[in-house]
């Protein structure tokens, strides 16, 4: 409701991103609200950064909250890991600013909510992201981005883009997705496979919304609809909702920080009909005081449903946000609890 409000009682407690322009703001900023679908959340501006995001001209989130304790120090670390030819270590860091080690690794992650390690390599998969464009060798950008061998870009390129380097950085050319759409009872799903398994499971009000947003992920790819491997994927999806104690054993194409990946993990260990709260999944991780990015995980969660990140719930009991509409995880937690429902026909 901050977001809403414009509350500038709330800048610099959190920063919120735009998909569709790239662009990070403060609560308080005075552009027009985007839509909560494209909306992506951020403890800190340097974490913003790290995920690719630039800061707004009108509200300037890069321009530090001078409240925030040790706000410069961090500041400067983000700028030595962003500045460095290779990833520096937390001993180097912390010589650097003046800081034990131990200490200036609890600071950072409690500001920018990842490790200088993780900062690191957050900043890198994006520089690799960037830099992986037509014209440009592979064997270039993977040096330009930071990676110290071609084996270990490969090695990780599936976890950093879910491709090989060279067909991320032609847009997906050659790359198949394919996908179908059926209206349900919650409106619409779409779900979309890779070679690899299902890459997307979306919930929304408009068809074209969830395709269009589809394509723009890889706009050079051949994108695939209603193919009769897609149509099982879809009827196997519209059977969970019916009846969430089905279960989805489907193979997934998942990818994020390895932080992501361990709270999804974790998600899917939840059972239907059951709930954890934010808090608790942080814990669960080995993560205690890592709520908010629990909470961050779970808004870029992918893969609706195969992924329940609706089961994660505020302490208090109250649903707290969700991806596709806070009304709908209202209607899967209930759902889930009781089991009722007819099974919706895909179109």
Known sequence: MSLVRRDGRA??????????????????CPSRLPRRSNVLFFASAPEAQAAG?????????????????????????????????????????????G?????????????????????AAA???????????????????LYDAGFGSGSRLYANAGEHLGMSPARYRSGGEGMLIRFAAARTDLGWVLVAGTGRGLCAID??????????????????????????????????????????????????????????????EELRRIPAGGTASYGEVARRIGKPGSARAV????????LALAVPCHRVVRSDGDPGGYRSGVERKRALLEREAKEEGGLPDPM
């Open 11 to 28: 800048d610099g407690s959190f920063y919120y991103g735009v998909k569709t322009t790239g662009v990070f703001c403060r609560p308080s």
């Open 53 to 97: 995001f630039r800061p707004c001209r009108r509200c300037r989130p890069d321009m530090a909250v001078r409240a925030a304790p040790h706000l410069d120090t961090i500041v400067r670390v983000c700028g030595l890991i962003g500045t460095a030819e290779r990833p520096p270590t937390l001993a180097e860091l912390a010589e650097a600013v």
């Open 99 to 119: 800081l034990c080690p131990s200490h200036l690794h609890r600071v950072f992650k409690r500001a920018v909510g990842v490790t200088p390690k993780g900062y």
């Open 123 to 141: 900043l890198r998969a994006q520089r690799l992201k960037d830099g992986l464009r037509p014209g440009v060798t592979v064997t270039r950008t």
């Open 203 to 264: 919930l929304g009000d408009s068809r074209k919304a969830l395709v269009d947003a589809l394509k723009a992920r890889f706009d050079r790819a051949e994108h695939r609809e209603g193919d009769p491997e897609s149509v099982r994927w879809l009827r196997r999806v519209t059977e969970s909702i019916v009846s969430p104690r089905r279960g989805l054993d489907l193979p997934l194409d998942i990818r994020g920080t390895a932080f992501q990946r361990r709270v999804w």
């Open 295 to 302: 909470a961050r995980a779970c808004a870029s969660n992918p």
